[in-house]
């Protein structure tokens, strides 16, 4: 009697506490909400400058993989571009405007131009694979000027100096032009209906990258940039990794040179040139190197603002339309991430991305300069 009154009661097993979702959950819901029903509000000119910054973050993550995570550097990324925009008016054109054009459907043609990216990638990928550093940034340079050549003087395939209009997407019945289509009683046109396309380039494109940046590609891709001799000393093919990181991305380069050519609805030689390989450049090291949010917000930043100056010129101090004594919004621009490049550069190595992750990871407990590691 005396043993079952002094046995203890059994331990009732407690349920443990759901952990609820940190604040930064509910941030980017809260993002993802907004930017789905930003087409409902925004008129079409930011619209279009959110495209923009769509497809450079699509671009800027390409680039980032190959300079930032892999540590080649290319001068060259605008090549990539022009070789997807024309390589898509080429395949969706149907010839009426006296250019050449296969006549395919648009998916299929905006696939195929993502892929002659890539081709044109891997023929150039065995150069990629065995030069490094300026020597890589010097060859790639070579591409530039061979892509401008071909694009002003191939008149037939490219439209000259003039360009070549850019035929509208349409996939699955759904006209990506500026026919209307009523949503929950709102007009779509071209820009409405791309912003939604833009958006699903970029997040499977960023999901993409992230899953190869935090995988074990992503370890072998910093071991070269950091070491090139113990990766290959670790049996990683240093070569063959190169190869295949140039192709990948060029085939990024050439998904924005696809939805960059839908948003002008013109492509124009011109455009395709060093100004522009140096802008992705100036992205991924202000958004910050190796990190695929860096990319984007280095993306934003650096394709929004001329934008913005270009809105906002008539209130804004010695920002002035070109001969009216002032700076023009575009060179005001170039400036503005000029200074921002230098200033990444001198004092947050890490870039923006990484000022961010600072404050996010601080605790009273840690002190304010920890990093955290997005990639």
């Not at 131009?113 to 300026?134: Q, Y």
């Not at 001969?323 to 991430?337: D, F």
């Amino acid at each position: 009697m005396s043993d079952v009154l002094t046995k203890p009661a059994p331990e009732v097993p407690v349920a443990p506490k759901r952990k609820l979702p940190g604040p930064r959950v509910y941030v980017w819901i809260a993002g993802c909400v907004l930017l789905l029903v930003l087409p409902f509000y925004l008129e079409r000119f930011w619209l279009q400058a959110g495209l923009f910054a769509m497809a450079a973050a699509i671009g800027a993550i390409g680039l980032n993989l190959l300079t930032g995570a892999t540590g080649q550097l290319s001068m060259g990324h605008a090549f990539f571009l022009a070789v997807g925009a024309y390589g898509y008016c080429a395949f969706a054109g149907n010839g009426d405007d006296g250019l050449t054009g296969l006549g395919l459907p648009t998916g299929i043609a905006m696939i195929l131009a993502v892929g002659l990216a890539g081709i044109a990638g891997g023929v150039f990928s065995p150069i990629a694979g065995r030069l490094r550093g300026a020597y890589l940034g010097i060859a790639t340079l070579a591409l530039i000027f061979i892509g401008q050549h071909v694009l002003f003087n191939a008149h037939d395939l490219t439209g000259g100096f003039n360009g070549r209009d850019v035929p509208s997407l349409n996939v699955f019945g759904l006209h990506f032009d500026d026919s209307e289509l009523l949503v929950a009683g709102v007009p779509f046109g071209a820009s409405e209906k791309l912003w939604y396309l833009g958006l699903v380039l970029l997040v499977a494109g960023a999901l993409f990258a992230r899953g190869v940046l935090r995988g074990r590609p992503g370890r072998a891709m910093n071991a070269i940039r950091d070491h090139q001799i113990a990766a290959g000393v670790m049996g990683v093919p240093v070569a063959r990794y190169r190869a295949a990181v140039f192709v990948l991305s060029s085939m990024y380069a050439g998904l924005a040179g696809v939805l960059l050519a839908m948003v002008f609805q013109r492509t124009v030689p011109e455009y395709f040139g060093m100004v522009l390989s140096l802008e992705y450049l100036a992205m991924i090291v202000i958004g910050g190197l190796g990190s695929v949010s860096g990319a984007v917000v280095g993306a934003v930043f650096v394709s929004l603002l001329p934008q913005i100056l270009t809105r906002y010129s008539d209130s804004l101090p010695l920002v002035n339309d070109a001969g009216t004594g002032g700076v023009s919004p575009g060179e005001a621009a170039k400036y503005l991430y000029g200074a921002a490049l230098v200033a990444v550069v001198l004092f947050l190595p890490g870039g923006l991305v990484r000022l961010a992750a600072r404050r996010s990871k601080a605790t009273p407990g840690e002190p304010s300069g920890s990093e955290g590691n997005d990639r």
